[in-house]
């Protein structure tokens, strides 16, 4: 049978889960609670910055919205390439004073870029292959990354090369999004450029 070229993409648009632009609802800084000390959100940019001694254990930039599927992207930089940061997907407040978080994290930094971490949550959930990572990862500049999460499939990306994708049982219905500020040496890390999305259940 041969479909009208109006039947078609309507035919599309039914299957597809709906996609809108959440983005300026996600990004209102009476969305996140965390050390102020440590983060700005401005014009819609996301900074970390732990000073330069650093912080001794892991701390977070934590929505207070609980997010199931969605899909983001954004251009993230650690300053001169020192440090690692990451971002909880689907994840629990584990310490509401010190902005603790425990579950799944797409991660940023040395050779872990791109993987799926279990942020107190089991250790590593699938690693990003080294190789990759040295290929497409420009260490001391800005990187556009992506995250997407339907359902327990998770699917991450760097400059456009897809470092995970895979589904995983252990993934939650859902949970807080939250930007982390890694223990140890001073560190900066930018968001900038966020765009993200939820997207409503078939």
């Known amino acids: 049978m041969r479909l009208s070229r109006l039947v078609l993409p309507l035919l599309l648009a039914i299957a597809s889960p709906a996609v ?47 997010y199931g599927d969605f899909e983001m992207s954004f251009q993230v930089r650690l300053k001169d390439g020192v440090g690692n940061s990451g971002i909880q997907i689907r994840s629990k407040v584990l310490n509401k004073e010190k902005f603790v978080v425990g579950g799944p994290q797409a991660d ?44 327990k499939k998770v699917t991450i990306k760097i400059n456009g090369e897809t470092m995970v994708d895979g589904e995983f049982e252990k993934m939650p219905a859902d949970g807080v999004i939250a930007f982390q500020a890694h223990a140890g040496p001073g560190m900066e890390v930018t968001f900038k450029n966020i765009k993200f999305s939820k997207i409503a259940s078939k």
């Open 20 to 66: 809108a632009d959440d983005t300026a609802d996600f990004l209102k800084p009476d969305n996140w609670e965390g050390l102020k000390e440590l983060w700005t959100i401005k014009d819609g940019t996301v900074v970390g910055f732990t000073g330069k001694d650093g912080i001794k254990s892991n701390t977070f930039l934590v929505s207070k919205q609980m």
């Open 108 to 151: 940023m930094g040395q050779q872990y870029w791109g993987s799926l971490y279990g942020e107190q949550f089991g250790g590593m959930m699938k690693a990003s292959e080294a190789a990759k990572v040295k290929k497409v990862v420009k260490t001391k500049e800005f990187n556009d990354y992506g995250i997407r999460c339907v359902g």
